[in-house]
């Protein structure tokens, strides 16, 4: 009986993006499971990025999220960082480019890219740099996950700039240097800052951080 009373018990919503290795979810989600397995998790993947994984939080519709939120967090929520990833400019290997040593900016103004959709974070960090420099940018291919954005460059629809840990399990990329440039991408774990969190919720989250991957 007295077991039965300690059992933790509840729902974890969780929100993530797919393909992001920052943290290991399923081993993070295993170690939950273990100590309490009467905690049920409903885990929810990105359609709209990291704006729609904010959205969810604020709405209650998510108690927990792995995002990026790049230039500032919105009222209501609270993130904490747990790694930054530097963003690599990857050509196909059969580029042109693929021959140059290192490029600027505005080399890239004539390039199709491959690249997230409005509202994920390393698309944020990108049309932020460009706007910066006054080189427009024209984005012919949009995709929603990194492992198919990097195939997608390996075959020649455009260029990329891509977290540095998805090159290593894409051949075929070649890696070019841009010149007075040096892109990062933060990723976040964000609560509501509003709202107390569950017995089933802290549980989670005293886990998050043994199982942040080094990148």
Same mark, same amino acid.
């Given at each position: 009986?007295?077991?039965?009373?300690?059992?933790?018990?509840?729902?974890?919503?969780?929100?993530?993006?797919? #393909?992001?290795?920052?943290?290991?979810?399923?081993?993070?989600?295993?170690?939950?499971?273990?100590?309490?397995?009467?905690?049920?998790?409903?885990?929810?993947?990105?359609?709209?990025?990291?704006?729609?994984?904010?959205?969810?939080?604020? #709405?209650?519709?998510?108690?927990?999220?792995?995002?990026?939120?790049?230039?500032?967090?919105?009222?209501?929520?609270?993130?904490?960082?747990?790694?930054?990833?530097?963003?690599?400019?990857?050509?196909?290997?059969?580029?042109?480019?693929?021959?140059?040593?290192?490029?600027?900016?505005?080399?890239?103004?004539?390039?199709?890219?491959?690249?997230?959709?409005?509202?994920?974070?390393?698309?944020?960090?990108?049309?932020?740099?460009?706007?910066?420099?006054?080189?427009?940018?024209?984005?012919?291919?949009?995709?929603?996950?990194?492992?198919?954005?990097?195939?997608?460059?390996?075959?020649?629809?455009?260029?990329?700039?891509?977290?540095?840990?998805?090159?290593?399990?894409?051949?075929?990329?070649?890696?070019?240097?841009?010149?007075?440039?040096?892109?990062?991408?933060?990723?976040?774990?964000?609560?509501? #800052?509003?709202?107390?969190? #569950?017995?089933?919720?802290?549980?989670?989250?005293?886990?998050?951080?043994?199982?942040?991957?080094?990148?």
């Amino acid at each position: 009986m007295r077991a039965a009373q300690d059992t933790l018990r509840g729902t974890v919503n969780v929100g993530a993006m797919a #393909s992001v290795e920052v943290v290991d979810l399923p081993a993070l989600l295993g170690q939950l499971h273990a100590r309490h397995p009467a905690i049920d998790v409903r885990l929810r993947l990105a359609t709209t990025g990291s704006a729609g994984l904010a959205h969810a939080l604020l #709405s209650g519709d998510l108690d927990v999220a792995f995002l990026s939120l790049p230039e500032h967090k919105p009222a209501g929520i609270d993130a904490r960082e747990l790694a930054t990833v530097p963003l690599v400019l990857v050509v196909s290997a059969a580029h042109p480019l693929a021959q140059r040593g290192d490029v600027a900016l505005a080399d890239l103004a004539g390039e199709p890219f491959v690249d997230f959709p409005p509202g994920y974070g390393n698309r944020e960090v990108v049309d932020r740099a460009f706007a910066a420099a006054g080189v427009v940018r024209r984005v012919a291919l949009e995709v929603p996950d990194i492992d198919m954005g990097a195939a997608l460059v390996r075959h020649g629809l455009g260029i990329a700039f891509l977290p540095a840990f998805a090159i290593a399990r894409t051949p075929g990329l070649h890696v070019l240097d841009v010149r007075g440039t040096m892109l990062r991408w933060s990723m976040q774990l964000g609560t509501s #800052s509003t709202r107390r969190p #569950s017995s089933a919720l802290r549980a989670l989250l005293e886990l998050v951080d043994l199982h942040v991957v080094a990148l």
